[in-house]
């Protein structure tokens, strides 16, 4: 009869479990997992730098405030802006949480074609990113994974034209300065090509007869051993070479009047990349700076220079915003990311286990004790022969001390 209640309370503690991992496993613990990967040929360092940018919780901050803009003009639901604030904590968890880089060879393929992978991956070690999201449906976990990756195309477009930004106005300073360097160099040449061109006039009109052109320039600057070149021909020589260098200065000279149009454009452009909140705003910003700007040049030069951003930003628009780049589409996932099964399984063992110690707690208790006494006897007997032992040493040293003093004496 004790046996048999025994069974049926374990049987109830099993079922009250099983039950308890059932619900759980169909609400608190049901979890979907929806994947996409995104195309992006960076090399390994720009990967770096993208992981650090695309982690940010800041710069998510900016993107999700940037749909709330949306939000506010009528393009964006509620629900996407519950969505975006579930998602900061994924962001704020970490890169590794949410998104992983792919790379162009994984480690059995360079270990199975070292010298060709590596040479075939220069530049290029990454091809894109991997992105992962978990929600309680299926629907939700898609369309968490698709706003992930569209804040993640998003950031890339964001960072790559402010790094354009920034690359363009250095590279401009350092037009400037070698432009500058370059003239003054120029123009002493030209300087100095016409204070020669001058005394080569002054040789003519001293000695007419070496104004022909078929007499031989014996006071000429012949380079290289060449032949003296008559007078008439190296005057023109030197005319031509001042006003080759004249046309050098000039264009030069346009180039810089080209850098200071463009200067102003583009330090009207950082401040853009200050304010904007996403990439795609900021894409629309440039692309209508670049316009306007257009529309209002008047000279030639200026309006090539600004077809040529406004080309250059099309392209990457299109490339980058436009163009799609999942490899594999954000999924709807078919199957939980947990089996409902293996949690009930798991709930139901849990509680064998747990009925079982409770229902032999006695015996368990009695075993753990009863080991613990023979523990202690055992050591404690060790303690007494150790004590024995001692004693009968330190007898046995006494009498042979005592013995040694009685002989001393006779």
Same mark, same amino acid.
């Given at each position: ?11 109830? *503690? ?123 449906? #299926? ?12 804040? *993640? ?174 490899? *594999?589409?954000?999924?709807? #996932? ?77």
């Amino acid at each position: 009869m004790t046996n048999l209640n025994r069974f049926w309370k374990i049987s109830v *503690v099993v079922v009250a479990f099983t039950a308890l991992g059932a619900v759980l496993a169909y609400t608190a613990l049901l979890s979907y997992k929806s994947t996409a990967s995104i195309a992006f040929p960076l090399t390994l360092q720009e990967s770096k730098v993208m992981s650090e940018v695309i982690g940010s919780p800041q710069n998510f901050d900016r993107y999700a405030l940037s749909v709330e803009h949306d939000r506010k003009d009528g393009g964006t639901s509620d629900a996407l802006v519950v969505r975006m604030d579930a998602l900061r904590g994924t962001v704020v968890a970490g890169p590794s949480n949410w998104f992983e880089p792919v790379l162009r060879f994984s480690k059995a393929d360079l270990k199975e074609f070292a010298g060709d992978a590596l040479k075939l991956g220069e530049g290029s070690a990454l091809i894109g990113y991997r992105i992962t999201t978990k929600a309680s449906t #299926p629907d939700e976990a898609q369309k968490k994974t698709a706003l992930l990756a569209a804040y *993640v195309i998003d950031a890339n477009l964001r960072e790559l034209l402010i790094a354009k930004i920034k690359k363009t106005m250095a590279d401009r300073e350092a037009f400037i300065d070698s432009t500058a360097a370059e003239q003054g160099a120029q123009k002493y040449n030209v300087s100095m090509l016409e204070e020669r061109l001058g005394q080569l006039k002054r040789i003519s009109v001293k000695y007419p007869s070496v104004n022909k052109l078929e007499a031989r320039q014996v006071i000429s600057l012949g380079d290289g051993g060449e032949r003296y070149m008559p007078l008439p021909s190296q005057m023109a020589a030197v005319e031509t070479k001042v006003l080759d260098i004249k046309e050098k200065i000039a264009r030069s000279t346009r180039g810089l009047m080209q850098s200071r149009a463009e200067g102003e454009m583009l330090e009207a452009q950082r401040k853009m990349t200050q304010a904007s909140l996403s990439g795609r705003d900021l894409m629309v910003a440039l692309l209508a700076d670049v316009q306007t700007r257009l529309s209002k040049s008047v000279e030639g030069y200026d309006k090539q220079l600004f077809l040529d951003y406004l080309s250059q930003y099309t392209s990457i628009k299109v490339k980058y915003l436009e163009t799609p780049r999942f490899v *594999v589409a954000p999924e709807i #996932p078919v199957k939980p990311f947990i089996s409902p099964l293996k949690i009930i399984f798991s709930f139901a063992v849990l509680g064998l286990l747990v009925s079982l110690i409770y229902q032999f707690r006695a015996q368990l208790w009695l075993l753990v004790w009863s080991t613990w006494d023979e523990e202690e006897l055992h050591s404690r007997g060790l303690s007494s022969a150790n004590r024995t032992s001692s004693l009968g040493a330190a007898e046995s040293i006494k009498q042979e001390n005592g013995g040694r003093g009685e002989k001393y004496a006779t």
